[in-house]
């Protein structure tokens, strides 16, 4: 099956600091990403959709000077958490969409997930 | 109203047990229904995926889905603790992204 990586899968950083994570579709080329934020016990929660070569798109709340999310090229996408705070603690997941599409119409792959943990 | 509903659980079953987890949606514009598994502390991985309305089967998993009640399901066979997890189920329309349920906590105890 199609192999998302995500790096780091476990990061703990100091309060006002910055953080990146990375995204990486490793045997497809990927249009457009996406980042989720999944607190304990809740459900995928969409942060914002990215799209290589323009800005992302933010869901509604979620701060984008914040949360900067760069897709640089068709395989890669960071999401870098900017001043981080405590209350930034949290699982952060991405996930691809190949640009070829697949025979599932919109099915998407996701990464291993990185904890973040803001201290 | 939550465009794809799912009861969270916990669903607690004996080894061996046939499980069925299930999802409403309210969305008839939906074609395209999948299932995902997301161990604790990891990312969701794909189990299945239908088109419309039908039954897939691969292995101990059946995905079902009823497009006239707009009701998904996934039904595993003989269930192992290594299915302990967290399902979720999502609907998408072709080329929009996918909408998910929060997920159904599911327990085979030995």
């Known amino acids: 099956g199609a192999v998302v990586s995500q790096h780091p899968s476990r990061v703990i950083c100091k309060s006002g600091t910055s953080v990146k994570i990375e995204c990486r579709s490793l045997?497809?080329?990927?249009?457009?990403m996406f980042w989720y934020r999944q607190f304990p016990k809740q459900s995928l929660m969409l942060m914002a959709t990215s799209n290589e070569g323009s800005k992302a798109t933010y869901e509604q709340g979620v701060e984008k000077d914040k949360f900067l999310i760069n897709h640089a090229s068709l395989t890669l996408s960071t999401l870098t958490v900017t001043s981080a705070h405590p209350e930034d603690s949290s699982f952060y997941i991405c996930?691809?969409?190949?640009?070829?599409?697949?025979?599932?119409?919109?099915?998407?792959?996701f990464g291993e997930g990185s904890w973040l943990t803001v201290v | 109203q939550k465009e794809v509903e799912q009861d969270p659980g916990p669903l607690s079953v004996p080894e061996g047990a046939i499980v069925s987890l299930n999802c409403t949606y309210s969305n008839s514009a939906f074609q395209y229904f999948m299932w995902y598994r997301q161990y604790s502390r990891k990312g969701p991985e794909l189990l299945m995926y239908?088109?419309?309305?039908g039954n897939k089967e691969d292995g101990r998993f059946t995905a079902q889905v009823d497009k006239s009640s707009k009701y998904i399901s996934l039904f595993i066979r003989d269930s192992q603790p290594s299915d302990s997890a967290t399902y979720l189920c999502a609907a998408s329309r072709g080329s929009y992204i996918p909408t998910f349920g929060r997920g159904t906590s599911l327990i085979v105890h030995p």
């Open positions: 045997d497809f080329q990927a249009t457009t």
């Open positions: 239908t088109y419309s309305s």
């Open positions: 996930s691809a969409l190949p640009t070829s599409g697949t025979p599932s119409g919109n099915t998407i792959y």
